[in-house]
């Protein structure tokens, strides 16, 4: 083989290397930037999510506070069982759970998991309907503690939709660890261990 063949092999032999490494690395590259894109993607569809989830909360959230206002309230805090299922009363606590059925369903969605946690918790007093609150927390039950806790998730709401902190609060958590403490050292809507 003569030198000028050698060195035209060779001069090939390296441009061919030096198309595939190009190639390779383009390619690399492309898989690379998909990959990141479709990461910022799912972030966005996440956030966007979260954020039409604190905004439906937030919703309904004014609609129990509007609700409070019209809490029928007994002699002694109790009513008695006639009371209790007057048509007025009735009404009212549709009215309520139909509200906390819409925040229910909308906490699915928030990817927040410690305000999420915190917001099914102070939910499931009813924000302060339930007399189980009341004795968590030390906090009168009616419409009082039911204003305190809705504006209490309005706030965290607030901070969480424009990227915050969530601040401490003085409700939510009690109530968490209320929940927690009534089903039996569980999350609520954890399964029981099995035996």
């Known amino acids: ?9 060779i001069g090939a032999g390296g441009a061919l290397s030096g198309a595939l490494i190009g ?4 390619f690399l590259g492309v898989v690379y ?3 990141r894109q479709a990461k910022h993607a799912a972030d966005e569809r996440r956030t966007e999510m979260g954020h039409q989830a604190a905004h439906a909360i937030l919703t309904e959230l004014q609609a129990i506070r509007d609700l409070a206002s019209d809490r029928p309230e007994h002699e002694g805090g109790t ?3 006639v009371e209790a299922w007057t048509p007025e009363v009735r009404s009212w606590n549709a009215e309520l759970s139909e509200s906390l059925g819409k925040i229910q369903l909308a906490l699915l969605q928030l990817p927040e998991e410690d305000l999420r946690k915190d917001l099914d918790a102070i939910c ?6 339930e007399p189980w609150l009341s004795e968590v927390t030390g906090a009168p039950r009616g419409k009082i503690l039911m204003y305190a806790t809705t504006a209490e998730a309005q706030r965290c709401l607030g901070a969480y939709l424009r990227g915050e902190p969530i601040p401490k609060t003085r409700y939510m958590r009690p109530a968490r660890e209320g929940l927690w403490e009534l089903m039996g050292g569980r999350e609520f ?4 261990p099995e035996n």
């Open 1 to 9: 083989m003569t030198p000028e063949i050698a060195v035209g092999l």
């Open 23 to 26: 190639g390779l690395a383009t």
């Open 33 to 35: 930037q998909q990959k």
């Open 79 to 81: 009513p008695s069982a």
């Open 124 to 129: 499931s007093s009813g924000f302060g309907n």
């Open 189 to 192: 809507g954890e399964r029981p």
